[in-house]
């Protein structure tokens, strides 16, 4: 996960200065008490009493309302209503990226700490450059130079009449006591300065490093460098397996060491498409050494030597061997005009990388300790469906099982339970996705789920397949009372509620050939029928009767434009020099 993603939220000031503000997760009340090298944080709620925890990571404990309040603002988002019609696949996405932020956040508070993050409010104020009016304004000219609003060689003069133009009617001063009230305000809040305490934690390593690194010329040059690579790919599909892809990338490795030229190889085994209007073994593929480091597959190129190539390796659909086939270096031509602007470039990129290596030994080190199995299967579903290193290159459903497994042990009682059930179906969905994957095996497991599911949320689409599962065992009363409630359920007259009521009629018509029916369950599902389209026909109705009303009320409006515009007075213009 990049660095980016959870970093804090800050809002901008009149004249563009980062004001830290909370995001919606940090709107709650927090507790912070000094514990030890790493200062502890706790959840308080608004009387002061300490928020339940749903994981501990180090020194930090995540409440289950941060979670909850996450939610509620991404279901904001959406128009009245339509949340209960997303299915639980976008539904656990959003679960999984609100707990694996929150810890990410914890493990980048964990690292910060361990290398000499500090709390106290004078450092937190030169950290933000905003301890003085002369740092501010320091920081704020600089700010403007990097968004080519000012010129190198601005003086304050220069400064002021830009923030005249930026912020009319405010001064300088005025601008630096409103901001430096506002942090203020929050750092001196004993409710709400914890999670600034933690949310900094990305932007005091950031400067850490950046005062460390001082890059040659030939480093940030070095940068640019760009590796000529060839492939030999075999591809797995609905026909050909693993092993068959990799039983014949083996035989094109067989061949290359045997004599055989790459190019030649490519022609015979690769299933990489060709150039347009080129041959196979003319494919090279371009890429910097930074997307060669980010990619688990292709990383065996950097231990090779130009010319040589790798034993076939494991990608995410097949098995390719890699020839380095050659680097260059691709210096951006206006280099020298714009040497500082690409010198921080390359420094915020190192600093990004520098951040995601150590985060990745810190959450290694620290693993969340979870104390509701509902978030903890939301932080598994996370990590299967965004998989790292080998995982990543190989994808299977043991993962997906396991959050499966540890949803099912979340008590009723506890909070996200229902999260839990939702989190169950999008595994079992991602499951049946997973190239290779027994559909059928999995079917009783995903039947368990949907009945599970059904229990408190209704999407005709998991409903219709229960049914089908019912008519296969032919049990025709299950079956039936499941359609029974579909058709009961289906209290939306408009289109897609014509739509609904389609199908389950003619899953009804399904089950009654089949001899599912019984003579008083038919009778009963044609009252509810009748039922229905006469609740259609008042709904049709009075539809007609708003869109009748509309329309005189838009007519009634254009006449009265008209005669207004026929009543009013016409200018006259007179010859000019009469």
Not at 156 to 171: F, N, Q, V, Y
Not at 234 to 254: H, L, R
Not at 317 to 323: A, H, T
Not at 407 to 435: C, D, H, S, W, Y
């Amino acid at each position: 996960m990049s660095i980016s993603n959870f970093q804090e939220k800050f809002i901008k000031g009149p004249i563009g200065k980062a004001v830290l503000l909370f995001s919606a997760v940090g709107m709650l009340v927090v507790g912070f008490s000094s514990c030890g090298r790493t200062a502890q944080l706790a959840a308080l709620d608004e009387k002061g009493n300490k928020q339940v925890p749903f994981a501990t990571v180090g020194s930090v404990e995540l409440p289950v309302a941060w979670i909850d309040q996450f939610i509620e603002e991404q279901t904001k988002q959406f128009p009245p209503g339509m949340m209960d019609s997303i299915g639980p696949t976008y539904k656990a996405g959003m679960y999984a990226q609100a707990v694996n932020q929150l810890i990410s956040q914890a493990h980048l508070y964990e690292y910060a700490s361990r290398n000499g993050y500090k709390s106290d409010n004078e450092d937190l104020l030169k950290m933000l450059k905003i301890d003085s009016e002369a740092t501010f304004k320091a920081d704020i000219k600089q700010k403007l130079i990097d968004a080519k609003q000012l010129p190198a060689t601005a003086t304050d003069a220069d400064l002021d009449k830009k923030i005249a133009e930026l912020a009319p009617g405010k001064t300088f001063v005025a601008i630096y006591k409103e901001q430096k009230e506002q942090v203020d305000k929050v750092l001196n809040d004993k409710s709400k300065r914890p999670l600034a305490v933690m949310s900094l934690a990305a932007q005091y390593m950031t400067q850490k490093l950046e005062a460390g690194m001082k890059p040659t010329d030939d480093d940030v040059k070095k940068s640019f460098e760009v590796f000529d690579v060839k492939q030999i790919t075999v591809k797995t599909s609905a026909t050909v397996t693993d092993a068959q892809a990799k039983e014949k990338a083996q035989k094109a490795y067989d061949a290359l060491k045997t004599g055989t030229s790459f190019e030649a190889a490519m022609m015979t085994y690769s299933e990489e498409p060709a150039p347009a209007g080129k041959q196979k073994s003319d494919n090279i593929l371009s890429v910097s050494k930074a997307q060669i480091e980010s990619s688990p597959d292709m990383k065996p190129i950097l231990a090779l030597q130009p010319g040589d190539y790798t034993t076939p390796t494991k990608v995410f659909d097949g098995y390719s061997i890699f020839k380095y086939a050659g680097k260059k270096v691709n210096t951006p031509k206006d280099y020298d005009a714009n040497k500082d602007n690409y010198r921080k470039q390359f420094v915020s990129s190192e600093v990004n990388r520098k951040i995601t290596e150590e985060l990745k030994v810190v959450s290694k080190e620290v693993e969340p300790r979870f104390s509701v199995k509902a978030y903890e299967a939301a932080y598994l579903f996370g990590k299967a469906s965004m998989p790292e290193g080998a995982d990543a290159l190989a994808p299977n459903t043991t993962a997906f099982q396991k959050v499966i497994d540890v949803a099912k042990q979340a008590n009723a009682n506890e909070p996200g339970f229902k999260m839990a059930v939702e989190l169950q179906l999008a595994a079992i969905e991602r499951m049946a996705t997973v190239p290779g994957a027994d559909v059928a095996k999995l079917k009783p497991q995903r039947i368990e789920i949907i009945t599970k599911y059904l229990e408190f949320s209704d999407l005709w689409q998991y409903r219709k397949e229960l049914i089908d599962a019912y008519k296969e065992e032919k049990n025709g009363d299950k079956a039936y009372n499941a359609l029974l409630v579909a058709l009961d359920k289906n209290n939306k007259y408009d289109q897609a509620g014509q739509q609904n009521y389609s199908e389950i009629s003619g899953k009804y018509l399904e089950l009654k050939s089949a001899g599912l029916v019984k003579p008083e369950q038919e009778k009963e599902f044609i009252a509810k029928q009748e039922q229905w389209q006469k609740e259609k026909k008042t709904y049709d109705e009075m539809v007609a009767r708003e869109k009748a009303l509309q329309e005189a009320e838009q007519k009634k409006a254009a006449e009265e434009a008209k005669k207004a515009a026929a009543s009013a007075p016409k200018s006259e213009s007179k010859p000019k020099g009469k």
